[in-house]
């Protein structure tokens, strides 16, 4: 009974150190938050969607307050909600360009030729494992919506040719479609660059355009007809640069044989889009 007792009185001793110990470390070592913390969660859209950089709205209300970042860098809030913040904070509002997710692909059912019917697991993810699920180009899009079902903001939507395609309103640019798609199809953009290439295969000449009328068959035409240097041929595919002083034009997509670089004026695939370019080579 006595080692009992002893047990018990040592146990209650070190319970009784720990505790004070602890009420000290909390007393000296806390670190109280920022009030303004939490008036700033309150503004911000809560839809944790990692659009600025970071984890979370808790996490870039974090930096706001530290200074580290502008309102305007959250892209899912509104102007007016921006103003808010950057008033109550007193600061300037700044930020980023809207940016937008591009599909590098637009071989949909009447473009990409098939070399038979997919009937697996109805999941872009699944198909790719089937040998590109049955595409004759194995870098295309494999119009299974695993970008839909991804995207929590309801701005892809699958068209009737079996491609997604973007709402430049409610898109945020979270990158989760970037994410889930296994053929590594898009890409994150400021809204502001127009020309963009909608082919994502590295084959050439008849070999592309065989397998999807679409296709980039490398001719480079559209490198000869930019201004200089903001687009170039490598790889087989144009690369569209945006970081120089002169900026691309939408003559680089007028003489693109295939329509394979397209001169985007709103949401992808849109009729509304590629009507100059028709014109421009005498199809409409």
Known sequence: MADVAIAVAIMTGLALFFAAALALAYRFLRVDEDPRLEVLEELLPGN????CGEPGCAAFAGQLVAGTAQPGKCTVASPEVQVEMAAFLGVDVGGDEKRIARLKCAGGLLNARRLGDYQGVGSCRAAAVVDGGALACSWGCLGLGDCEVACTFDAIHMNDEALPVVAPEPCTACGDCVDVCPQDLFVLLPESHHLFVQCNS???????????SVACDACGRCALDAPAGTVEMLGGLPVVHYDLEVRPTPQAAWRCPTGAIQWLKGRQFEESDQEEVARRRGYG
């Open 48 to 51: 944790n969607c990692g659009a």
């Open 202 to 212: 590295p084959l050439a000449g008849e070999d592309a355009v065989s397998r999807c």
